[in-house]
Nanobody
Framework: QVQLVESGGGLVQPGGSLRLSCAASGSISSINVMGWYRQAPEKERELVAVVTPGTGTNYAEFVKGRFTISYGNAKKTWYLQMNSLTPEDTAVYYC???????????????WGQGTQVTVSS
């Protein structure tokens, strides 16, 4: 069984920074794509950033230059560094990954439970 656990959300003032973390655990063979999504109230979930180790990163236009996605050496933890936050960044942030498991031997996407980020003065 695979679990993704996010941490690092909270309340921050406009212009401030937060760093989100996502840790994957369980019967994992490999993690091929790691990403972050967000969902604001009454809006659909949207892609924020995604990284494919060894290939590259992709960012939504609205976070380019402000957010950075990265991952740890073990590739079971990834991060979202968020700078210059604005009230429009307020949302629940979810981590996501395409994970190949050992048992059963298959690849599918997994989601974290979400962490609230609130940008307000």
């Amino acid at each position: 069984q695979v679990q993704l656990v996010e941490s690092g959300g909270g309340l921050v003032q406009p212009g401030g920074s937060l760093r989100l973390s996502c840790a994957a655990s369980g019967s994992i063979s490999s993690i091929n794509v790691m990403g972050w999504y967000r969902q604001a109230p009454e809006k659909e979930r949207e892609l924020v950033a995604v990284v494919t180790p060894g290939t590259g990163t992709n960012y939504a236009e609205f976070v380019k230059g402000r957010f950075t996605i990265s991952y740890g050496n073990a590739k079971k933890t990834w991060y979202l560094q968020m700078n210059s936050l604005t009230p429009e960044d307020t949302a629940v942030y979810y981590c996501n990954a395409q994970i190949r498991t050992l048992v059963p031997p298959r690849s599918r996407p997994y989601w974290g439970q979400g962490t609230q980020v609130t940008v307000s003065s």
